[in-house]
């Protein structure tokens, strides 16, 4: 079985500083594993995604999540928060064959200037 | 283009009435699905299509009825609307399950008063 917890409801943080979202997950098998964002009153979109490739995943507007199979953890990071990051964010793990995503709870970023 | 499109985007209406969503992807993708989102941004999986064909079932109530006329295509048909089902729904696809990531449409937020 799958699961994912994403550790922390809220994280708030200054512009300009880095940004740590953290998310462990459980699976019995090699999971895919992603991260999604979502601004206020839009859909989610994908920020990255990590399918047994290399551990440390590059993906849009500057977020990297690195695989850590020892830790069972995916966490997000950023080096320098703008604005615009402000959203809620969404840890995701799949089994093969699960037939479907389990969402983490979310984690609530806040950027003050 | 938009890749996930969902209509309408908002939907107010009262108890006891009957709604639907419409939800269309143009990515080619065989399988689709229905989340709602509660007013905490949990988001839990409520029906799954592959090809037309009902794949998950996440205990639902009946009032819900989702249909598929064809792969590009997943429609949500709610009767006798109640208080709690006021939430935010998304569709999504994707290509393969597991592996692939989700393309989700904008929502549409449901209030029944």
């Known amino acids: 079985a799958q699961s994912v917890t994403q550790l922390d409801s809220h994280v708030s943080v200054s512009e300009g500083t880095p940004v740590l979202l953290r998310c462990n997950y459980s699976?019995?098998?090699?999971?895919?594993l992603f991260w999604y964002v979502q601004h206020p009153n839009k859909g989610l979109q994908l920020l990255l995604k990590y399918t047994s490739a290399a551990t440390l995943v590059k993906g849009i507007n500057g977020f990297e999540a690195e695989f850590k199979k020892s830790e069972t953890s995916f966490h997000l990071t950023k080096p320098s928060a703008h604005m615009s990051d402000a959203a809620e964010y969404f840890c995701?793990?799949?089994?093969?064959?699960?037939?479907?995503?389990?969402f983490g709870d979310g984690t609530t970023l806040t950027v003050k200037p | 283009d938009t890749a996930v499109s969902q209509t309408p985007k908002y939907l107010v209406t009262q108890m006891g009435n009957d709604k639907s969503i419409k939800c269309e992807q143009n990515?080619?993708?065989?399988?689709m699905y229905w989340y709602k989102q509660d007013s905490k941004k949990f988001l839990k999986i409520m029906f799954s299509y592959n090809n037309k064909e009902l794949i998950i079932n996440e205990t639902v109530p009946n009032r819900f009825s989702p249909k598929s006329p064809d792969k590009a295509h997943l429609n949500l048909h709610i009767n006798s609307l109640e208080l709690g089902d006021s939430a935010v729904y998304f569709c999504?696809?994707?290509?393969?399950?597991?592996?692939?990531?989700?393309?989700f449409g904008n929502g549409t937020r449901l209030t029944v008063t």
């Open positions: 995701v793990v799949s089994e093969p064959g699960a037939g479907k995503s389990t």
């Open positions: 699976s019995s098998y090699s999971p895919s």
């Open positions: 990515l080619g993708h065989d399988t």
């Open positions: 999504a696809s994707t290509g393969r399950v597991g592996d692939s990531p989700l393309h």
